[in-house]
């Protein structure tokens, strides 16, 4: 099974940006569906963002509105989640997963196989 490591989180003020990352430690994406959930304190962790490991349209959950980005860069082994224009609603934990034979939409419906162990996002107003 896939080994994830999640780097990036950090402290932002509203409007601005962060990028995370996604590394499959040991080994690499191919034949996954990659993901970002995130779960902000007392509520339910929800799906933000999934991409194919061959790349091909990503999904987005309806909140993103367009303000995020998700990559896979599979010469590094790396999954990125571009966010720009931060609102304080944004403020979660954000996990990265990972779907065996998954596609960019499966995540959002179905359950992953592999979970990181999370980064936190704060977003100041």
């Known amino acids: 099974q896939v080994q994830l490591v999640e780097s990036g989180g950090g402290l932002v003020q509203a409007g601005g940006s962060l990028r995370l990352s996604c590394t499959a430690a040991?080994?690499?994406?191919?034949?996954?569906?990659v993901g970002w959930f995130r779960q902000a304190p007392r509520k339910e962790r929800e799906f933000v963002a999934g991409?194919?490991?061959?790349?091909?349209?990503?999904y987005y959950a309806d909140f993103v509105e367009g303000r995020f980005t998700i990559s896979i860069d599979n010469a590094k082994n790396t999954v990125y989640l571009q966010m720009n224009s931060l609102k304080p609603e944004d403020t979660a934990i954000y996990y990265c997963?990972?779907?065996?034979?998954?596609?960019?939409?499966?995540?959002?419906?179905?359950?992953?196989?592999?979970w990181g162990q999370g980064t936190p996002v704060t977003v100041s107003s």
């Open positions: 997963a990972a779907q065996t034979y998954g596609s960019s939409s499966s995540l959002a419906r179905s359950r992953a196989d592999a």
């Open positions: 040991g080994g690499t994406f191919v034949g996954y569906a």
């Open positions: 991409i194919s490991w061959s790349g091909g349209r990503p």
